[in-house]
């Protein structure tokens, strides 16, 4: 069987069922990605694992950009995706930072805070109407959050500081490509975001720099490429069926951070991460549920 033959069977798969698979492939590729990122930590500096992370990413972008040419490149949003380049880069640098601290699983389940946080923005910040039920959503995911972090119970983590900082900086992201797909195909999105990650971090990178030795060059080239799969991935399940189809996939982030979180790290989410962890993506998907039916 070729390879053009099972794209065609691919695509003759109803959207529902290709999104979940773009989905379950992009939710396993983000917890690889985060653990890789946590196993170097302990050596390099969290600039400089997000800055090599990009540029092995743009190396792997290069294969689709030959392809269709530079005029793949062409955007009239090009402020934005600079814009853009900023917050993703606090967004993943705020990431890395977190799970050098703590349990990968518990900054999955922190993570699942972004839409709550970019449905509070909109409401408060950019003036949207937002009724009683979505506010209600709002505060359940809040709660949520609550129990996983668990302030005064648990002893204070500065990675869950940076995780709820990872989450609002990604929520911000969010708000931002809802105005660059209008425009520009997932694959440029993706393509500019690496370029400007890249400039963005650069300084930051020099500052710090420590040479990598082998081992960590090759897993620099692994993240860069599950960092490709992931974007591309994620921005494909979100195009093949409506988002609230899409969101419940994401929930297996949850179950291989635990999983491998347990395999290689030997740490394994206590019973308030996934009670908050589930609380926070059900908010979530009621959330998506609303924004569809409005």
């Known amino acids: 069987m070729t390879i053009a033959t099972l794209t065609a069977r691919f695509a003759a798969l109803p959207g529902p069922v ?10 396993v590729t983000y917890v690889i990605s985060i653990a890789i990122g946590r196993y170097m930590a302990p050596d390099i500096e969290v600039f400089q694992i997000a800055f090599l992370r990009n540029t092995f990413a743009i190396l792997f972008m290069m294969p689709w950009l030959m392809r269709v040419g530079l005029g793949a490149m062409r955007t ?10 900023f917050m993703s880069s606090t967004n993943v640098t705020l990431l890395f930072a977190a799970v050098a601290l703590i349990p990968i699983a518990d900054m999955s389940a922190i993570n699942f805070l972004q839409p709550v946080i ?67 195909p997932p694959d440029t999105i993706a393509a500019w975001l690496f370029i400007t990650q890249s400039l963005i971090l650069l300084i930051p990178t020099i500052i710090v720099w420590n040479a990598p030795t082998p081992e960590q060059w090759g897993l620099f080239v692994f993240i ?9 991935t994620y ?60």
């Open 18 to 27: 290709r999104s979940g698979i773009w989905m379950s492939t992009s939710a």
């Open 76 to 85: 009239r949003q090009f402020g934005r995706h600079v814009i853009r380049g």
């Open 118 to 184: 970019g449905a509070a923005i909109a409401g408060f910040v950019l003036g949207e109407v937002a009724g009683r039920k979505r506010w209600l959503a709002i505060s359940m995911g809040f709660v949520g959050a609550i129990l996983v972090i668990r302030p005064g119970f648990a002893e204070f983590n500065l990675g869950m500081a940076y995780a709820l900082g990872s989450a609002i900086s990604g929520a911000l992201v969010s708000i931002m490509i809802k105005t660059l797909v209008r425009t520009d």
């Open 224 to 232: 860069g490429a599950t960092s490709v799969v992931l974007q591309r």
């Open 235 to 294: 921005n494909r399940g979100i195009q093949a069926a409506d988002i609230s189809i899409a969101m419940p996939f994401n929930f297996t982030r949850l179950i291989w951070a635990a999983l491998l979180g347990w395999l290689v790290f030997a740490e394994f989410p206590d019973v308030w991460t996934w009670i908050g962890g589930t609380i926070i993506f059900t908010a979530s998907v009621w959330l998506t549920r609303q924004g569809r039916n409005k």
